[in-house]
């Protein structure tokens, strides 16, 4: 009965809803690949858990990479590549960022990409490595980009896979407040995420591979705790449009990858700009290029015809350039 309410009220279709496994805030029904383990963090007079995997190798090669999820994600997507590494002999660290995943999600608290890059650096203080490969992904790469403009001395390489905040949107999308962000975030059912990450990630042609990566989102929209999952992303969206990197990308002080699926859409905000503007925005085959160039000491890795998720949509083209350069001496 209480399934059929939340289709109803989500005007949903019962089949629609019926795929979907609600999930609780915390996560507690959602299957992460590796035993996830917590880090205490004090911030603006908070205790917070920040949820990790620790993946160690059965030869360690003596070196480690920290993965960073992206918007719509937690650190369990990593499992494929994370299972290569390991094989090559890295040691793997895949946090859920404050507010994502397993993590603690308050609802009054500043998000900001300076707060996560502190806690990128407890979290590797914690784990006693000094000096890490970090490859982001969407929003990740923006708190990769972040943690190496805060902490280049901690950073080995960075890799940016398809991130998102390769271009300003406020300065052509009309700012929206929070509030307004979490009517909208109610209002998204399983059909409308699929819907979404369907026209931006994968050119309108859904697999069934990619299922796993509309399972969280799709959960948490039919879950208990879909109004505070709603509030939490709001505020999220607000840190990743009003805090953009772009403007720094010449400060980066470490060799840089760039893996671009060059289909990829995705622009934050893009539907509240005009029509003429918004067909500019999201265009990935030259924003990777514009990104490359600004990055002192990068290096591009085109993928035509692959979108937003290439590590889904494309591993093995992925994972040969994330491979050759991490294991570049």
């Known amino acids: 009965m ?21 999930l609780d805030a915390a996560l507690r029904d959602f299957p992460y690949p590796y035993e996830v383990k917590t880090l205490r963090i004090e911030d603006q ?3 917070l858990d920040l949820a990790y995997m620790d993946l160690k190798p059965e030869k360690a090669n003596g070196r480690s990479v920290l993965l960073l999820h992206g918007k719509n994600f937690s650190g ?39 707060a996560y890059g502190l806690h990128m650096r407890d979290l590797l203080d914690k784990l006693e490595v000094k000096r890490t490969l970090v490859a982001g992904h969407s929003m990740g790469g923006m708190v990769a980009t972040r943690f190496a403009l805060m902490f280049p001395e901690r950073v080995e390489k960075l890799v940016l896979v398809n991130p998102i905040g390769l271009e300003d949107w406020k300065r052509f999308v009309p700012y929206t407040s ?6 909208a ?72 990858l760039l893996i671009i699926g060059e289909r990829d859409r995705t622009a934050i905000g ?22 490359a160039k600004a990055i002192p000491n990068a290096k591009l890795v085109a993928l035509p015809g692959i979108g937003h998720v290439p590590q889904y949509e494309a591993f093995d083209d992925y994972w040969k350039a994330l491979d050759g350069f991490i294991a570049e001496k």
């Not at 309410?5 to 809803?17: G, K, V, W």
């Not at 590549?81 to 609802?107: N, W």
């Not at 929209?221 to 509030?231: F, H, K, L, Q, Y």
């Not at 893009?270 to 990104?291: F, H, I, M």
Request: aromatic fraction near 12%; include cysteine; glycine fraction near 6%.
């Open 270 to 291: 893009k539907e509240r700009a005009t029509p003429e503007v918004a067909k500019k925005l999201g265009q990935y085959q030259e924003l990777g290029k514009e990104a």
């Open 178 to 183: 929070v509030d307004a962000n979490y009517a």
């Open 45 to 47: 007079a908070k205790q």
């Open 76 to 114: 369990a997507y990593w499992k494929p590549t994370a299972d290569k590494l390991a094989a090559e002999g890295y040691r793997v660290i895949m946090p859920d960022q404050i507010g994502f995943g397993r993590s603690s999600k308050p609802v009054d608290y500043q998000y900001s990409f300076h």
């Open 185 to 256: 975030e109610l209002k998204k059912g399983p059909d409308a995420i699929r819907d979404y990450m369907t026209k931006a990630y994968f050119d309108g042609k859904w697999k069934a591979e990619y299922d796993p990566l509309l399972d969280l989102q799709a959960g948490w929209a039919v879950g208990p705790d879909r109004e505070w999952i709603a509030r939490v992303s709001a505020m999220t969206s607000d840190m990743v449009f009003t805090q953009p990197v772009v403007y720094e990308f010449g400060d980066l002080k470490v060799p840089t």
């Open 2 to 22: 209480k399934l059929l309410f939340l289709c109803l009220a989500l005007a949903l279709p019962l089949s629609a809803a019926d795929e979907i496994k609600p």
